[in-house]
């Protein structure tokens, strides 16, 4: 299959960062045209596909270009309106997470691609950077048996400044737990193979953005538990005050085995020698971004042929991540447990 014709629509630091990741992969596409209602945003993809047709309104370039995929890097609450055009013109879709900033818009995609012919891969993309990749083989091979508990920690810098500040309104960007930790939600709901049933958080804002906090009143901290159906259990604990970077993951099993990894390696504890490591895998933190492994997985379902989407990208798997986040989030703002359907009407996204 030749490299696909891609048009872009957002090419902020996402759109254009992702843009320069997929022209280092040989055969990963050629920018025809972007859209952007902003200029200086137009400028960064210019410099970075000087070929490709320039747009300030997205509906415009899909109707005046041709092409076969679509590349979904605008903000989020744009997502639903701009995935659904997508398709109704039979293009193959690539959708940064998060999928939408509601599960209102989410419902509207998961209903269109099912009546679509068109691939759609939403943009999760630490389910295919390798060392998350490797967890789950080793999961499902057995290694710590039965995952019971799921931990993740993150610490961080804020968000850096958007145009017009629209990630401060959580109309728009869906609040800081939709914007960042659905990330981490779908590594849970993919390690542990169930949905979601009860969220309980708490969280805030300890800093001011002067200090050094998230814009506006996004939170810039917080603890969220998850229970699941089939009796695991998952905690997020998130900071956007702490740069500059650490993340950290651990999966405990029925079998007293753990698996922890902090990007750069992969540690198998095992209970019968607590004062050494079983196995470890060592890998390079250039390793640790899901761009490029995420197109080209992306690519493969393309070529493949399946159109309904790898279990890595499939909209039922975006639609499960926003769940949880708007779930905790309201769990925060509310200070009780939010109850979530398990056997909601969309079928186990894992």
């Not at 993809?45 to 997205?58: C, G, I, L, R």
């Not at 914007?179 to 193979?193: A, M, P, R, S, T």
């Not at 050494?276 to 899901?290: E, I, N, P, T």
């Not at 200070?335 to 056997?343: F, T």
Request: aromatic share 8%.
């Amino acid at each position: 299959m030749k490299q696909p014709r891609i048009v872009v629509v957002g090419t902020g630091g996402r759109g254009v960062g992702l843009m320069s990741s997929i022209q280092q992969i040989e055969g990963g596409g050629e920018f025809v045209a972007y859209a952007d209602p902003h200029g200086p945003s137009r400028n960064k993809a210019a410099a970075q596909a000087p070929q490709a047709s320039a747009f300030e309104d997205w509906r415009r370039m899909l109707s005046a270009v041709e092409a076969d995929v679509l590349l979904v890097t605008a903000p989020q609450y744009l997502h639903c309106e701009i995935t659904l055009a997508g398709l109704e013109a039979g293009l193959d879709i690539y959708c940064e997470k998060p999928m939408a900033a509601t599960l209102a818009d989410c419902d509207a995609i998961v209903s269109a691609v099912s009546d679509s012919n068109s691939l759609f891969y939403v943009g999760l993309q630490l389910r295919t950077v390798p060392v998350f990749r490797h967890a789950k083989q080793l999961v499902d091979s057995g290694a710590v048996g039965t995952p019971r508990m799921l931990f993740c920690r993150e610490l961080r810098a804020p968000f850096i400044p958007k145009v017009d500040n629209w990630i401060a309104d959580e109309s728009k960007s869906g609040g800081a737990l939709v914007e960042k930790n659905v990330h981490h939600f779908d590594l849970f709901n993919w390690y542990c193979g169930g949905r979601a049933s009860r969220v309980q958080a708490i969280g805030g804002k300890a800093l001011t953005p002067e200090q050094g906090s998230n814009p506006g009143d996004l939170i810039d901290h917080a603890f969220v538990l998850i229970d699941y159906d089939n009796g695991a259990r998952a905690c997020l604990e998130m900071c956007f005050f702490c740069p500059p970077f650490a993340h950290e993951l651990e999966i405990i099993g029925d079998n007293g085995r753990r698996l922890v990894t902090d990007l750069e390696q992969l540690k198998l504890w095992d209970p019968e020698h607590e004062t050494r490591r079983h196995d470890v895998w060592h890998y390079s933190l250039a390793q640790a971004h899901g761009d490029r492994t995420g197109w080209l997985d992306f690519l493969d379902c393309r070529t493949s042929g399946s159109h309904a989407g790898a279990s890595t990208g499939r909209a039922e798997t975006g639609r499960d991540s926003v769940r949880v986040a708007l779930a905790a989030q309201q769990s925060i703002k509310t200070g009780a447990a939010v109850s979530v359907d398990p056997h909601d009407e969309h079928e186990n996204a894992t």
